[in-house]
């Protein structure tokens, strides 16, 4: 039992730090940005490309090497985001919502072919791997590699979750999310804002992409298209739009799985996650922390 709350708790904070990208893009601008996971697929190939590009000029061992691609891949998939919203969402800012997820549908196969057509489509195996011995706690095998990317993937929330509730930037996220126009109004910049949040979510998107590459050691241009359900998945049951419970949701999906699988078999796994989002939503729809609100015409 300690063992599958373990892996589920592992495989879930994967799931909320993809998901806290639809999340926050969704609760901004309401976007379901469905080229997200994309962004992680982006990140994990940029990891790869930069290890064999710098080499031995990185000092250390492998774990300071893991950490320096992390931050250069967060970088790169961050400035990615930015570069798609402004391309791909902002000109269509104020056209119905259908073009939007029309557009975001297209972004999403124009990343998954334009790495196909850079990388090729044969599987990639990832250069970085995470030695070391495993502990036991209370009967669940831990590994280094997995308490190391679980630090990370909680640190990484917890900075983001800062931010966004105790900054100026973060007040002006939430502020946007509620009403653009008095925003602008009061002469926010509303379009550097969205952004920002198209930055920060891009970016932790790209440090799951290269922490699942280190973690499964191999990668390629169609490992986005799955998470990028299950995020989204992770990101509805939750309540989309609410950070905390994009992450509960991430966590809740994880253990899902693990549980379903031990039962029944990897073969079930995505079965019983999306069949546990159909079940969800007719009994809440608006998501564990979600809250029911009111459209405004």
């Keep these: 039992m300690a063992q599958l709350i373990w892996n589920g708790l592992f495989v879930g904070s994967f799931y909320a730090l993809v998901a806290l990208g639809y999340s926050m893009v969704y609760g901004v601008i309401k976007l379901l940005n469905f080229a997200h996971g994309d962004l992680y697929m982006l990140g994990a190939f940029s990891g790869y490309t930069m290890v064999g590009a710098l080499g031995g000029a990185i000092p250390g061992g492998s774990l300071i090497a893991l950490f320096v691609v992390l931050a250069l891949a967060m970088l790169t998939t961050g400035l990615s985001g930015v570069v798609l919203e402004r391309v791909a969402y902002r000109p269509l800012r104020g056209a119905p919502r259908l073009s939007l997820l029309i557009t975001a549908v297209g972004a999403s196969f124009a990343l998954e072919y334009g790495v196909r057509i850079v990388a090729g489509p044969s599987p990639q ?28 993937a909680v640190g990484l929330m917890a900075a983001l979750n800062a931010l966004v509730m105790h ?52 990668i390629d241009f169609l490992m986005g298209f799955i998470i990028g359900l299950k995020a989204f998945t992770a990101a509805v049951i939750g309540g989309i739009g609410n950070m905390k419970g994009t992450m509960l949701g991430g966590l809740v999906l994880g253990l899902v799985e693990s549980f379903s699988t031990s039962w029944f078999g990897g073969q079930w796994r995505d079965v019983f996650a999306f069949g546990f989002l159909i079940v969800f939503l007719t009994v809440r729809p608006t998501g564990l922390l979600g809250e029911r609100v009111t459209e405004r015409v």
């Excluded at 932790?204 to 290269?210: F, N």
């Design 167 to 218: 900054s100026r930037q973060g007040r002006a996220m939430r502020a946007i999310a509620l009403d653009p126009t008095a925003c602008l109004l009061m002469g926010v910049d509303v379009n550097a804002v969205i952004s920002r949040t198209f930055f920060m979510g891009s970016a932790l998107a790209g440090a799951a992409g290269v922490m699942s590459g280190a973690y499964y050691g191999k």
């Design 125 to 152: 195996v990832y250069p970085i791997r995470l030695d070391g011995t495993g502990v036991s706690v209370l009967g669940a095998e831990i590994t280094l590699q997995q308490l190391v990317f679980m630090a990370v």
